[in-house]
């Protein structure tokens, strides 16, 4: 019995050394790595704090985080937008570019974009901070090139709710 009692004693002073670290790592094609070591030449390592849950930016390949932080995607629509804005967010959603919408409603937001933008055309769509005005697929694959989204990639984001 004093056996039994001595090992369950022992048992909880080692629990509390347990506590290992954990590392995110996101290898060069952008997967995912969570280990108790960084990766071996891995793109992007981080410690990763174990009572904090990971943030959805988190599972953003690297290549898409980058191009997200650098030119971030914003779609300008209206509520009875119809088809155009319907194949513009569907565009987004296929190539897998994380964007925001903002459902122009009030009349100062209406107001706004007019100013910023220099046109009314709907859908329009701003990358980092250069605008394009109505869908184009073939001229939004170009700049999203530019941009440096990749063409293909296994993410696919929700379709964001208007703002």
């Not at 670290?21 to 790595?33: A, T």
């Not at 001229?139 to 709710?161: F, H, K, V």
Request: overall charge neutral.
């Amino acid at each position: 019995m004093k056996n039994i009692h001595l090992i369950f004693a022992l048992a909880l002073l080692l629990a509390g050394n347990a506590h290992a670290e954990l590392y995110r790592s996101i290898d060069s094609s952008g997967k995912v790595y969570y280990s108790d070591r960084p990766l071996a030449g891995s793109e992007d390592t981080a410690q990763v704090k174990v009572d904090k849950a990971p943030v959805p930016e988190e599972n953003l390949p690297y290549e898409v985080r980058r191009a997200k932080e650098n030119f971030p995607v914003t779609v300008y629509s209206f509520p009875d937008c119809g088809s155009a804005c319907k194949m513009a967010r569907d565009f987004l959603v296929k190539r897998g570019v994380p964007f925001t919408e903002v459902n122009l409603v009030k009349q100062e937001d209406i107001e706004a974009f007019r100013k910023e933008s220099g046109d009314s055309q709907i859908p329009a769509i701003k990358i980092g901070k250069t605008w394009f005005k109505g869908f184009l697929e073939e001229q939004w694959n170009r700049e999203l090139d530019i941009a440096g989204y990749p063409r293909t990639t296994s993410y696919r984001p929700a379709t964001p709710p208007a703002q």
